[in-house]
């Protein structure tokens, strides 16, 4: 069965860190794409970052660039989120996603119609 599980997220005060981890079972993550998105309650669902199968190609959001990495390890099957810099307004369900495409360009990471499986979802909570 094809799975992906998201883990790191926490409560955390602004000017925090948080490493979110997307990790795969039941398929191989080397040839998908993987986006993160973000949904806050009451609101609509974000794209944040995506990196394409390489690892050679990223897309953020402005609304994290500058504050946040994406990174994955194909050997571990895993997707990684670094987030520094945390703000109040970060705090939402992070969610992993894999999409079959190899790579989508900065029109296409954040929609959600491109990616063919989901996670159930971390969550991210920026509060003193």
């Known amino acids: 069965q094809l799975q992906l599980v998201e883990s790191g997220g926490g409560l955390v005060q602004p000017g925090g860190s948080l490493r979110l981890s997307c990790a795969a079972s039941?398929?191989?993550?080397?040839?998908?794409?993987i986006g993160w998105f973000r949904q806050a309650p009451g609101k609509g669902r974000e794209g944040v970052s995506s990196?394409?199968?390489?690892?050679?190609?990223?897309n953020y959001a402005h609304s994290v660039k500058g504050r946040f990495t994406i990174s994955r390890d194909n050997a571990k099957n895993t997707v990684y989120l670094q987030m520094n810099s945390l703000k109040p307004e970060d705090t939402a369900g992070y969610f992993c996603?894999?999409?079959?495409?190899?790579?989508?360009?900065?029109?296409?990471?954040?929609?959600?119609?491109?990616?063919?499986?989901w996670g159930q979802g971390t969550q991210v909570t920026v509060s003193a």
């Open positions: 990196i394409s199968s390489s690892g050679l190609s990223t």
């Open positions: 996603a894999a999409s079959t495409y190899s790579k989508l360009d900065v029109n296409l990471y954040s929609l959600s119609t491109m990616y063919h499986y």
């Open positions: 039941g398929f191989s993550l080397n040839t998908y794409t």
